[in-house]
């Protein structure tokens, strides 16, 4: 069967379908009422974090009554909470900072296949994604501070930042298990500590409250496009409560794709005398010549996500959870191609003393990560207790490279080898004092470990043919904190937040190869943080918030050393945190009937930015040493607009303009006055949902705008491998509820076949259809 056949017909129909049910809906049909964000917050157990504060003189046990109560009797007018704003449950109006929801229904409208994919159209959020579902390893950037390790990401209270360095997998946690997905912009470490210098993304996973049952199956393909071939995902999920105490819930999904040639095969070596079938191009910069000679292959992938999740009311007051996710994935490369002839037409893997055999193949990835985590909620006198354990074991993480010498059939290679670890704790309490004010206080503790080795294979088509180690390092850290925060109501329209959080950071069992065993460090980091929110009118919402955030230097930073491509990157044992000072003020509106608009301003100051010093040390060599050398700052706007036709329809739009520079930088002098890496200057995304009868419709278009990724900004070819370019797409999803219990959805993304680069080249049009069963 000609499955790229069948997609492209798959998809022209479903463009044709949707331009048809858009433009001449069916009439007579009664409405479905949807479910709201609002209502499914209300009904989702998990998300009733119970209590919090006041916004008025009215006490705090008469507000948390009136959520509680409303959330009891499913009161579709209660606005929705959120709680990673102060660590209590807020009233999304009138919480302090800028935050923004997904909600479990945004997700399945969307064709989300990663969490991050639910985030692209949230205001100003960059999302960088470069190879769709076949890329494993994604990052998240808030408030134009580049860089994940700068962005906080978290899971039912868990830290998900590895402590290796600080990045995160992406494809870990299954979108289907999400209740809701809460973004808190702007320096967040006088709450959550280290990592949350430009803001949290907490993911905060469902649990059913009657038996329920979910099987969902989809495919999906490329269209003549540079995209994801053969994608199939299956999921499946049950969730049951007992005698009103006891819930539980199990997910499990497979998702694998054939994936698409990503990465072309480039030289600077010119082709000898009679070679032909290459192509010309340049490097990023524009300047230097490369010859386009071959590819890798597909890029492909399978990934597997189990969640096991239960709670029990062990008493009136008390209630306890438990939650297990296992995420496994790999990725591969089919056989590479070579473009290259000779005078007979015979394919030519080699040539000159640069391009050899080993220079069309790459290896295999793999990695296999727990998360546990295990919480209490209770009641003491008036005081709100909650306690969250935690450990991730990323059990294994490796990938493979290979070297001169290897072929197809094998031959020397090498496997790098980057496990980790770390435990959370934390624990609050919210204790009431008066009827006008809330104080949570709380500690917390964190120590992670990582080790990062290379090993030679003697085959490096099988990883485990490994015969000596060449590099080894690895480091531990470990952070105490305290935290403070007094919510106080002056009056029923002004609510105030002040307070904050110290930390002290310890790195320890430092070791680098060939150096040996490192002494220990210690620093530690006053993170305050206030907040007004002031309601003049009904319809009328201001707030401004301030505070300072500090990074640690990851075991990356301080430990891994390394040689590639004859650079040679030195770490730094005696690496500062990094520091950053904030402030933003926004104001929302709301018109008429449905209709909101807001518009925030934010500035950040960063001190002691981790850069990397450059030295040329010969014709083609060179040392990268990490050092505290930059001050940045970043200044932008965020603005939204929203309308809601009742239950049966919703538009939206937000702009995004981020100015950053670097102010100052020792390490690369040429750097200063220059864009910061990885964040566009102007972002936009415009979009609508609709609900008619059994069907509906979810349609984006997001615009992302030039990135650099490097300092100096001289990355300003376009439509070469290696650069950022700006791009417009349009994604659209087509839902039809066949009966109550199936509906069947089609998707197409990249409406517009936009060809363009994210480092490698990004999926082309592609379409997804899936089914699902819900009883």
């Not at 048809?20 to 409405?31: I, V």
């Not at 989702?44 to 003189?57: A, V």
């Amino acid at each position: 069967m000609n499955y790229r056949l069948f997609s492209v017909m798959l998809c022209n129909a479903a463009l044709l379908s949707a331009a048809t049910a858009l433009a001449a809906p069916t009439d007579g049909q009664p409405a479905v009422t949807p479910q709201t964000p609002k209502a499914e917050s209300a009904q989702t157990e998990s998300s009733k974090t119970e209590t919090i504060g006041t916004q008025s003189s009215k006490s705090v046990a008469q507000k948390a009554t009136k959520i509680k109560e409303a959330a009891e009797q499913k009161d579709h007018s209660l606005d929705q909470t959120v709680v990673t704003a102060t660590r209590t449950e807020k009233d999304i109006d009138t919480a302090p900072g800028s935050i923004s929801v997904v909600t479990k229904d945004d997700i399945e409208k969307q064709n989300v296949v990663t969490y991050d994919d639910a985030l692209k159209a949230v205001p100003g959020v960059v999302v960088a994604r470069s190879k769709g579902v076949v890329d494993s390893s994604g990052s998240i950037t808030l408030r134009g501070l580049p860089g994940q390790g700068r962005t906080l990401v978290m899971v039912d209270g868990i830290q998900m930042n590895s402590p290796h360095a600080a990045s995160i997998v992406s494809t870990q946690v299954a979108p289907g298990t999400l209740d809701r997905i809460e973004v808190l912009k702007g320096a967040s470490s006088g709450l959550y500590g280290g990592s949350a210098m430009g803001g949290v993304v907490n993911l905060i996973t469902r649990m059913p409250t009657k038996r329920e049952f979910m099987i969902q199956g989809g495919y999906g393909s490329g269209m003549d496009a540079p995209a994801p071939q053969l994608t199939k995902r299956v999921a499946v999920s049950y969730g049951d409560s007992f005698y009103d105490k006891l819930s539980v819930y199990f997910y499990n999904e497979y998702t694998d794709s054939d994936g698409y040639k990503s990465s072309p095969i480039f030289t600077s070596s010119a082709p000898t005398a009679g070679i032909t079938g290459y192509s010309l191009s340049t490097d990023a910069t524009g300047a230097q010549r490369r010859y386009v000679i071959g590819d890798k292959g597909m890029n492909g992938m399978w990934q597997n996500n189990f969640t096991f999740k239960t709670e029990l009311q062990a008493t009136p007051t008390t209630k306890l959870r438990f939650t297990l996710m296992k995420s496994t994935g790999a990725y591969s490369y089919s056989d590479p191609s070579t473009y290259l002839r000779n005078a007979a037409g015979t394919p030519v893997w080699s040539y000159g003393a640069t391009v050899k055999p080993y220079t069309f193949y790459d290896g295999p990835g793999y990695k296999d990560q727990y998360i546990y985590a295990f919480g209490v909620d209770s009641e003491i006198a008036t005081a709100k207790v909650k306690l969250n354990l935690g450990f991730m074991d990323q059990k294994e993480a490796w990938d493979v490279s290979t070297l001169s010498g290897a072929t197809g059939d094998g031959g020397p290679g090498k496997v790098s080898s980057y496990p980790a670890s770390s435990w959370n704790a934390d624990l609050q309490a919210s204790i009431p004092v008066l009827n006008w004010n809330l104080v949570t206080v709380g500690g917390a503790f964190r120590t992670g470990n990582s080790h990062a080795r290379e090993f030679s294979l003697s085959n490096w088509k099988d990883e485990n043919s490994k015969t000596a180690v060449t590099y080894d390092s690895k480091g531990s850290d470990r952070v105490f904190a305290v935290f403070v925060q007094d919510e106080i109501s002056i009056t029923d329209k002004l609510t105030v937040y002040a307070g904050f959080r110290q930390d002290w950071w310890e790195t320890f069992d430092g070791y680098v190869n060939n150096t040996g065993y490192l002494d220990s460090r210690s620093a530690t980091a006053f993170s305050p943080k206030g907040a007004i929110v002031y309601t003049p009118f009904e319809k009328t919402t201001l707030r401004v918030s301030g505070g300072r955030a500090f990074r640690p230097p990851t075991n990356y930073d301080l430990y891994r050393s390394m040689t590639s491509s004859g650079t040679t990157y030195l770490a730094n044992p005696n690496l500062k945190p990094e520091t950053n000072t904030s402030w933003d003020a926004s104001i929302t509106q709301k018109l008429w009937e449905g209709a909101k608009v807001s518009v925030t301003y934010y500035e950040n100051y960063l001190t002691d930015m981790i850069y990397s010093s450059l030295t040329q040390t010969g014709p083609s060599t060179y040392t990268s040493s990490k050092v505290n050398a930059g001050k940045a700052e970043s200044k932008g706007v965020e603005m939204e607009a929203e309308q809601r036709f009742g239950k049966m329809a919703r538009l939206f739009a937000n702009y995004t303009y981020a100015a950053t520079k670097i102010t100052s930088n020792e390490a690369v002098p040429a750097s200063v006055g220059k864009q910061m890496t990885g964040v566009p200057e102007h972002m936009f995304n415009f979009g609508g949902d609709i609900e008619y009868g059994p069907f509906g419709a979810y349609f984006v278009g997001r615009y992302v705008g030039k990135r650099f990724s490097n300092d100096t900004n001289s990355d300003r070819a376009k439509g070469v491998y290696g650069v950022y370019d700006p791009y417009f797409v349009g994604d659209i999803k087509l839902r039809y509820k066949i009966t109550n219990w199936a509906t069947a959805s089609f998707t197409v993304n990249n409406i517009w076949d936009e060809r363009y680069y994210s480092y490698y080249m990004a999926p082309g049009r592609s379409c997804y259809g899936d089914i699902t069963f819900k009883f």
